[in-house]
């Protein structure tokens, strides 16, 4: 098995990339303020890849994006915390030309109980600055479930 490696870049280059690549600087990556001014680097800003279900529905959200329902969509762009220092990064997140966020969790056929916990705990503590919609893909269609 092939083990990545640390990459380091200044903020400005990781927003150069997000923009080459179509990603506005609206949502705030993973990475705390002070960590990127202390350090000036990001090291492993985003390791995990998207799954066949997440990649299915990046498809949906970029069908949005030409529609014009969306400006942009990032996969993992935000952590939250909640619940006394439980963190919850939902799988997108998107900006709608009204400038609210969307933060969206898909999954496949199976869910599990506790991922449907942090996803209600996160939306309580959260709702009043996101919006938050969670879909399932059974029968070969998306199904939005809350």
Not at 7 to 25: E, M, S, Y
Not at 82 to 102: H, N
């Amino acid at each position: 098995m092939k083990r990545s490696r640390a990459v380091n870049i200044t903020l400005a280059q990781a927003d150069a990339h997000q923009r080459k690549h179509g990603f506005l600087p609206l949502i705030q990556t993973t990475i705390s303020e002070q960590k990127a001014k202390t350090s000036g680097k990001l090291r492993n800003v985003r390791t995990r890849k998207m799954n066949r279900v997440e990649r299915e529905f990046s498809f949906v959200l970029d069908a949005r994006k030409k529609r014009g329902e969306l400006l942009a969509f990032c996969f993992e762009g935000v952590r939250l915390l909640w619940g006394g220092g439980m963190t919850y990064t939902p799988d997108f997140s998107a900006q709608r030309p009204d400038g609210k966020i969307e933060l969206i969790e898909v999954k496949g056929a199976h869910i599990r109980d506790r991922d449907i916990v942090r996803f209600k705990g996160c939306r309580n503590e959260w709702q009043r600055w996101f919006t938050f919609e969670f879909h399932q893909r059974r029968d070969h269609t998306w199904h939005r479930l809350l």
